[in-house]
């Protein structure tokens, strides 16, 4: 049976490529996306389409318990379910951190619970990718990025908790670490950047691809993809 992995946020702008990248390295993909999504995924026999809210904790676990009762060799996950918002300390209130928790930190951690006990109930080992963001590991970079940045320090912290748990079973969870993503949205947002010091979604898919691979054990956990910023 082909290799097989299961990526949440499928649809999106770095989803696609992700998705692209797995179906060109032979894996039989399970692309997560949320119910009535648009979608343009392209014809292919190894690609499953599953509809899910993220954000519900049942209906994340019931598929993740769905896509290994189908395809009971799943060892790879890639979640890239999230969102971003500005704001600095005086202008984000807490329920607008909530929003960010809920976005970046609920979807993840509904996925990657289940995923988790799963492959630690099957002791074939596990590949779990993660997306960090710059401005919780750099202050600096973080003060107007309030709400982002506290959601995606849980995204470290989770890693970092899943590998202490995971080690003697191989189950290895990385965080991929991307500066700005040249985007067709971040480009509107931004018109008068410089596009190309900025990470392609391609070059992200690779990094990504390379964490999945059961026979390899990361060398880095955190991956940091800047492009030239």
Excluded at 72 to 86: D, H, N, R, T, Y
Excluded at 147 to 166: P, T
């Amino acid at each position: 049976m082909n290799k097989a992995v299961l990526i949440t946020g499928a649809a999106g702008n770095l989803g696609s490529a992700v998705t692209e990248r797995f179906l060109t390295e032979g894996y039989q993909v399970i692309a997560v996306v949320e119910p009535r999504t648009r979608h343009h995924f392209p014809e292919n026999p190894n690609l499953t389409v599953k509809e899910a809210n993220l954000f519900d904790e049942d209906a994340a676990r019931i598929v993740v318990q769905q896509t290994y009762d189908q395809y009971p060799s799943l060892q790879a996950a890639v979640l890239l379910v999230g969102g971003f918002s500005m704001g600095n300390l005086v202008r984000t209130s807490y329920h607008e951190v909530e929003q960010m928790f809920e976005l970046n930190f609920k979807s993840t951690y509904n996925v990657a619970r289940p995923l988790f006990l799963r492959m630690q109930a099957h002791g074939n080992g596990g590949r779990l990718v993660l997306i960090g963001a710059r401005p919780a590991l750099e202050s600096d970079a973080g003060a107007d990025l309030i709400g982002y940045s506290l959601s995606k320090s849980l995204i470290f912290k989770l890693a970092e908790l899943l590998n202490v748990a995971g080690k003697e079973k191989n189950i290895v969870t990385s965080v991929v670490v991307p500066s700005i993503i040249d985007t067709p949205t971040n480009r509107a947002a931004m018109p008068n950047a410089d596009f190309s010091a900025w990470v392609k979604p391609e070059e992200l898919a690779e990094k990504i691809e390379n964490a999945c691979q059961i026979d390899k054990r990361p060398e880095e956990t955190v991956i940091k993809v800047y492009g030239k910023l």
